[in-house]
């Protein structure tokens, strides 16, 4: 679940994307399954209707910064990409599947294709640590608005407000760090549009290693056809381990590492679910705009989702054109072509979805109501009477370039592999220069590390078709204005022709070849006088010992250009409206309605969500069950179809009801299940658990009909699809034969 396409236009939301390609309705709650809700105060507003609902605990159960909770067991996966959780008391980790595709994809060949077979270690010496995988521990949240907040005032603008407050933010972080002697992260975060701050302490682990992985006809059974579906047949998950040193603290992957101790593990419920029984998500949700304007909605459907499907279509062609030729190609661009599909489908569903429920009108009925609001009263006159017209004046000056924006992204940044990789690069590379030779080292070390991650992926013949086929298709979709500067030169120098341009860059740019690239950052010198002609002007570096000005390849300058369009409304006085006009509507809503308890937007920070299994009907005459079996993966199999496959083994076991324990008392195998709670993405791989706390499944998915649902929720069919925790701990033990992994965890019974 991708963010919208107006959190990426908020100059934040782009400092965050731009340190991303470097390194990479607002509702009252009346019922218990909408919102995403802070730990720390479920005391005050949600422990009585959780207990009403069927939690046996209490909200310090869940958030303690003193004693072990159930906080102390769930993980953010790499910076909130994936929540995971720790089940056993050996640092064994659960996650989705597809949050971990890449790291089994790094793993696999067509010798040993861990991607197709799988992978489950019969002995922790069999574990395989993953480069680049880190998990974090949430410490404990503070309060701390009135530190960031206290040199704000009315009068600033809108860039000498987010100056402040980000000095502020930067001087709380490094006091905390200076102070620190356990080796914590510190990151302060915006709620509520910045009318509110809280700081979120980590404590982040490094050595991770992969330890079982289904094959992707279990994993991720029903691919494409099937993503954001119900009924769903997938086991989406995947099993990691946290390695720590001696003394259980975080340390970098070594052989002499011992399996991580937790503070707290999760017991697995071996019941199931009935229709009504209460469950509970804890997790990382990435990204969600409940207070999204009607004007918003407007631009999103009509110009940024038909853009987003439009490209992303084309680049799952090419790039699948190339997969079907190659097993070693389909290995390399397997995560690529997934993440693509998977948010193109998105964009498809959202705009389906925002349409048929009629969410532009519902959010322009809560315009009128906060409209009448402040006409009530000459003193929210003076603070709220312009708020809707600044943001209506953002949607109507940024129209003409929306769609631009998205071209910019979709099929620039990070269209190509090359794009993006030459950005990353291009930035990270004028550290090589510096005098301090420990900032030179540093560089060094960044940018082999980038290599080390972009060629082990890159096949140069199918990035070249991506790169002509979306540059082509940006060249004669957008208007000559809002296009980046290095089409003037493909025009001006190579007769308008991408494919000669491309021809002249795929072989004269180091980037592409890894050898010349590791060259360079070992012998690269200061950048002689001059810029680029396509308008890349900071020092990059060149000269007669290193071979080659970086100022003049033809991939950093073609993609600097795409760079510069994309962030060109940074400073744009429609901006300004949009930051003010929505931190003043959110804080208008909520000062309209005192009683009631609004929850944020989602922002890559632990919350928990809380409602009931059930099941849902979404048309007419239609009517959905809650829960899938195993006989239905024997329903949807077709072996002449690679989403369908069902290999032979997993075919005899069902067949046979091989089922065990795991079974439920009918004697059938429990698949997956829905609930109504509220997820989005970054929820992918959060424990889903009953009221005692104990995992029954794990969150991977939302339903199609609800696709609408990171704008405004819909309780009557927003629905989390999970695979059942039994399904899980069958396909290690009875599929895979890992009961070495079934032997360290604690599974509970209800009693008899």
């Avoid at 509702?27 to 005050?44: C, F, N, T, V």
Wanted: hydrophobic share 35%.
């Amino acid at each position: 679940m991708a963010p919208n396409f107006r959190k990426l236009k908020t100059d934040n939301m782009k400092r965050l994307f731009l340190f991303a390609l470097i390194a990479i309705f607002f509702s009252p709650i009346s019922k218990a399954d909408e919102g995403m809700w802070l730990l720390h105060m479920l005391k005050q507003i949600n422990e009585a209707s959780m207990q009403d609902a069927g939690f046996r605990l209490t909200a310090e159960d869940i958030y303690d910064i003193n004693n072990a909770s159930l906080k102390d067991a769930i993980l953010r996966l790499n910076g909130g990409s994936c929540t995971a959780e720790v089940i056993s008391s050996e640092g064994l980790v659960l996650t989705n599947h597809h949050c971990a595709y890449g790291a089994i994809q790094g793993f696999s060949s067509p010798e040993n294709d861990y991607l197709t077979n799988g992978f489950f270690a019969m002995k922790k010496g069999e574990e395989m640590h993953i480069d680049g995988f880190e998990v974090s521990f949430l410490v404990r949240i503070e309060d701390v608005t009135s530190k960031i907040l206290d040199g704000v005032s009315e009068e600033m603008s809108e860039d000498e407000r987010n100056a402040t407050i980000g000095q502020a933010q930067n001087a709380l972080v490094a006091e905390m760090n200076e102070g620190d002697t356990n080796g914590y992260t510190y990151e302060v975060k915006s709620f509520y549009y910045g009318n509110e701050y809280y700081m979120f302490v980590y404590n982040t682990y490094r050595d991770i290693r992969l330890v079982a992985a289904p094959p992707e006809s279990v994993g991720k059974y029903g691919g494409d056809t099937d993503n954001w579906m119900w009924p769903r047949h997938t086991g989406d998950f995947t099993m990691l381990r946290i390695y720590a040193d001696a003394d259980n603290n975080p340390a970098d992957y070594s052989k002499d590492n011992k399996p991580y101790s937790p503070k707290r593990h999760l017991k697995i419920s071996m019941d199931g679910v009935k229709q009504g029984d209460f469950t509970m998500v804890m997790g990382y949700p990435g990204s969600t705009d409940r207070f999204l304007s009607s004007w918003g909605i407007e631009q999103a459907l009509d110009l940024h989702n038909p853009s987003v499907v439009d490209v992303r279509d084309l680049k799952l062609r090419t790039m699948k054109e190339h997969m079907d030729s190659d097993p070693a190609i389909r290995i390399k661009y397997a995560a690529k072509y997934a993440q693509t599909a998977n948010y193109w489908k998105y964009y498809i569903g959202q705009s389906k979805g925002l349409r048929a429920l009629d969410v532009q009108g519902k959010k322009e009925s809560i315009e009128e109501q906060f409209t009448a609001w402040v006409n009530q009263s000459e003193e929210r006159q003076a603070e709220y009477g312009e708020t809707l017209n600044m943001i209506e004046s953002f949607y109507s000056e940024t129209d003409a370039t929306a769609k631009a924006d998205a071209y910019a992204l979709e099929a620039g940044l990070i269209g190509s592999d090359i794009t993006l990789f030459a950005v990353r690069f291009a930035r990270t590379a004028p550290g090589l220069f510096s005098p301090d030779p420990v900032q030179v080292a540093e560089t060094k070390a960044a940018l082999n590390g980038l290599c080390d991650s972009f060629y082990k992926d890159y096949d140069m013949a199918t990035d070249r078709d991506l790169f002509v086929n979306l540059m082509s298709k940006y060249k004669n979709d957008i208007d000559a204005e809002y296009l980046p500067t290095f089409f003037s030169v493909v025009d001006g120098e190579y007769g308008g022709s991408l494919e000669n341009y491309a021809k002249k860059m795929y072989s004269t740019s180091i980037l592409v070849n890894e050898a010349k690239t590791r060259h360079y950052i070992e012998n690269a010198t200061p950048p002689s006088a001059g810029g680029s002609k396509i308008g890349v002007s900071f020092p990059m570096g060149g000269g007669k010992s290193g071979g080659f000005n970086l100022m003049e390849d033809l991939a950093v300058g073609a993609a600097m250009s795409i760079l510069d369009v994309y962030f060109a409304t940074f400073t744009s006085p429609s901006q300004d409206k949009f930051d003010k006009g929505y931190r003043l509507f959110v804080k208008g809503l909520r000062e309209m309605q005192p009683d009631k308890a609004f929850y944020p937007d989602a922002n890559s920070t632990m919350r928990l969500t809380y409602g009931q299994v059930g099941d849902y009907s979404p048309a007419d005459a239609v009517q959905y069950d809650f829960i899938t079996t195993a006989n239905g993966i024997l329903q949807k199999k077709d072996n002449t179809n690679p989403e369908f496959v069902v290999p032979n083994h997993l075919d005899e076991l069902i067949r046979n009801k091989d089922f065990g324990k795991y079974a439920d008392k009918n004697g059938e195998l429990v698949v997956c299940f829905i609930h109504g709670t509220d997820i989005t993405g970054g929820n992918s791989g959060s424990p889903v658990m009953n009221g005692n706390g104990d995992l029954i499944g794990l969150a991977f998915d939302g339903n199609w009909e609800a696709m609408s649902g990171d704008i405004a929720f819909e309780s009557q069919l927003q629905r989390t699809i999970s695979v059942d925790i039994r399904y899980v701990l069958w396909i290690v033990d009875k599929f895979a034969g890992a009961s070495n992994i079934i032997d360290e965890l604690d599974l509970v019974y209800a009693p008899e």
